[in-house]
């Protein structure tokens, strides 16, 4: 586990540079596969019991293309602004109305902030909603399977639903009339 232990930051605002390697931040369940070395570098503030990291974290993800299937690259180089307090001393007990600051800070405790939890955020982040290997991806063929990127295939493109033949049967009979 990859932490920062914040009881050894003993001025205001001190800086960390890092790489780790793929396997030292990835995470089981991970949508994503890290392929190359995660570089963090971040300016640590501190004020009392509240820390305020600024950085940036990149490295090169293997993602799924969501039409092909085919695995892709997929370059991170994330900014990030968090705000880290400490848990228990928050106001998270109960019903609240969500402010601007909440979707910046996160929580920490025994005096050690999670940089594999940190990092791998900002991967999600960086993830595109549909991964697409390329803008114009071609997909698969909804019948046969084979991926269109790469060659064609005889099925027929124009497959009809048979549960809407009778519809289709009253709107050739309306416009006959």
Not at 98 to 120: C, K, P, Q, V, W
Not at 145 to 171: F, M
Request: proline share 5%.
């Amino acid at each position: 586990m990859l932490t920062l232990n914040l009881s050894k930051i003993r001025t205001a605002s001190e800086r960390l540079e890092q790489v780790y390697e793929p396997e030292e931040c990835a995470a089981e369940g991970d949508s994503f596969k890290i392929v190359a070395p995660a570089r963090l570098a971040l300016d640590i503030s501190k004020d009392k019991d509240r820390f305020r990291l600024v950085g940036t974290v990149g490295t090169r993800l293997e993602l799924t293309c969501s039409r092909c299937l085919e695995p892709f690259p997929w370059l991170v180089d994330s900014a990030f602004d968090l705000m880290y307090l400490p848990k228990g001393k928050g106001p998270d007990d109960g019903e609240r109305e969500i402010g601007d600051g909440d979707f910046s800070s996160a929580f920490y405790e025994n005096e050690t902030i999670d940089l594999g939890e940190l990092m791998r955020e900002q991967f999600y982040l960086a993830v595109p909603m549909k991964p697409l290997c390329r803008e114009d991806c071609q997909g698969l063929c909804v019948t046969c399977g084979v991926n269109l990127n790469r060659g064609s295939c005889d099925c027929r493109r124009n497959w009809e639903d048979p549960r809407l033949a009778g519809l289709r049967a009253l709107g050739t009979s309306k416009r006959e009339s």
